[in-house]
């Protein structure tokens, strides 16, 4: 009779072992875990998000009035679009109170439909009429950075949005940099206010709604302010209104590496605040600052380098800023829009690497050397090499078994040599030949 009842205590152990596993299995999948975990994780598309301004419109803004074609739809996968910049913010729908302008939205919703991506509603910039300030300067114009003036015009706002397309848009962020006045001027209390009361309006619409916090921007010339923002934020208990914490890690002109130690203390704020269990989105980054890109070859490494290191450091989704905007420094396509560059390219190369592979954590040696390693299916290993700072002999150890080497141009050779030369551009070395 002990001994019966030693096997059903073994057995109920490992029951409750292998649900912990699969528990743990399925919440991986829904943020991005550290090393073990991050192993065993296939890298989900969602990975790969992006910013279209003028897919569904020429524009309305003063700047943008030259621009007659609308964007035709970008020739690389990803799969979600952020609408920010989008011309769908508050004061796009409702520029009047009550009189709504749901048209681009439409559109933009039904191509995203169409395209089968995801869309990221930002909401919030309060048209001039319901703003607390409406004569404040914002970058979109007077009024639009201030909260409103009534929390009834708020509360309206997100349930019409929410009510119309429940089923169609899953995904809401609660504001866009609530650290720079140039979008919110109001105080971290009037953004909880917010937060929660869109919060609780959007989960009445419809449970199944994900609602991502204020994003916070880190901008490398202001310092660590958004850091800052995050952890006042979270400290007054931000993160009980939002299922992912969502943050723009901007690091300037700075090299890739740079994401790292910036996302790690965003993920050690979290969880000094009991929220280190949520994913972590980077709802928007690229190349800022005044310096641009020298070279096409040091703009496609960015984006590379950049997805690779996100995910890497804990993010489970990031959203490049931008597809379509001739302003940023590095441009994805030509003039006309439609003609891919070269970061456009190896943009489309790094979710072809990534999606669907299980990548251990990436190691550096004495070089600076950066190795990450991929495994799929069926015995597939590949290691994505590159070295941030100069151009080095690489030696391939003898276990790689290395066949194929893919460059972020999509060109692929097959190679049999000890060893190869390597330099900032990352090269995918796979055991296996197409």
């Keep these: 009779m002990i001994r019966s009842n030693k096997s059903v205590l073994k057995f109920l152990m490992a029951l409750l072992l292998a649900l912990v596993t699969v528990v743990g299995c399925s919440n991986i999948n829904w943020g991005r875990a550290n090393g073990e975990q991050a192993s065993i994780t296939p890298i989900p598309e969602t990975l790969f998000g992006m910013h279209l301004h003028r897919v569904a419109t020429t524009g309305t803004f003063e700047s943008d009035r030259k621009i007659k074609n609308l964007s035709p739809w970008p020739a690389v996968p990803f799969a979600t679009w952020r609408l920010m910049a989008a011309y769908v913010e508050w004061f796009e729908l409702e520029p009047a109170q009550g009189q709504w302008n749901f048209e681009i939205l ?11 991506v995801e869309i990221l509603l930002p909401l919030g910039l309060s048209p001039r009429w319901a703003s607390a300030r409406p004569d404040e300067r914002s970058v979109y114009g007077p009024g639009k950075a201030a909260e409103p003036e009534n929390i009834e015009d708020w509360r309206n706002y997100v349930r019409t949005v929410a009510n119309r397309y429940k089923g169609r848009i899953r995904y809401y962020e609660l504001w866009n940099e609530a650290n720079w006045n140039d979008f919110f001027t109001g105080t971290i209390e009037k953004m909880l206010e917010l937060s929660r009361e869109a919060y609780q309006v959007l989960k009445e619409v419809d449970p199944e709604i994900v609602v991502v916090s204020p ?14 923002w995050l952890d006042e934020y979270l400290a007054k208990g931000g993160g009980d209104y939002a ?11 700075h090299p890739p590496e740079r994401f790292v130690p910036v996302i790690r203390q965003a993920r050690e704020i979290m969880a000094k605040y009991g929220q280190g269990d949520k994913p972590l989105w980077n709802t928007e980054a690229g190349w800022l600052g005044d310096q641009p890109v020298r070279s096409d070859e040091q703009a496609s490494a960015f984006v590379a380098r950049g997805y690779i290191l996100n995910w890497d450091a804990g993010v489970s989704r990031f959203y490049w800023y931008s597809w379509d905007n001739r302003r940023t420094t590095v441009p994805m396509v030509e003039a006309d829009r439609a003609t891919l560059r070269p970061a456009a390219i190896a943009y489309g190369e790094t979710y072809k690497w990534l999606v669907g592979a299980r990548m251990s954590p990436c190691t550096t040696n004495a070089e600076k050397t950066w190795t990450c390693k991929l495994n799929r299916d069926r015995g597939y ?24 080497i893919r460059d972020l141009n999509g060109g692929n050779r097959n190679w049999r040599e000890p060893k190869i030369e390597i330099g900032p551009s990352p090269l995918l070395l796979e055991n296996t030949a197409s």
């Design 106 to 116: 439409d559109k933009s919703v039904a191509l995203a439909e169409e395209n089968n």
């Design 215 to 228: 994003s916070a921007a880190n901008l490398a010339f202001k310092g660590n302010q958004g850091l800052i």
């Design 243 to 253: 299922d992912v914490i969502g943050y723009h890690f901007y690091i300037n002109v």
């Design 381 to 404: 290993t590949g290691w994505i090499v590159w070295n941030p700072e100069r151009q080095v002999t690489f030696e391939l150890p003898e276990d790689w078994q290395v066949r194929q």
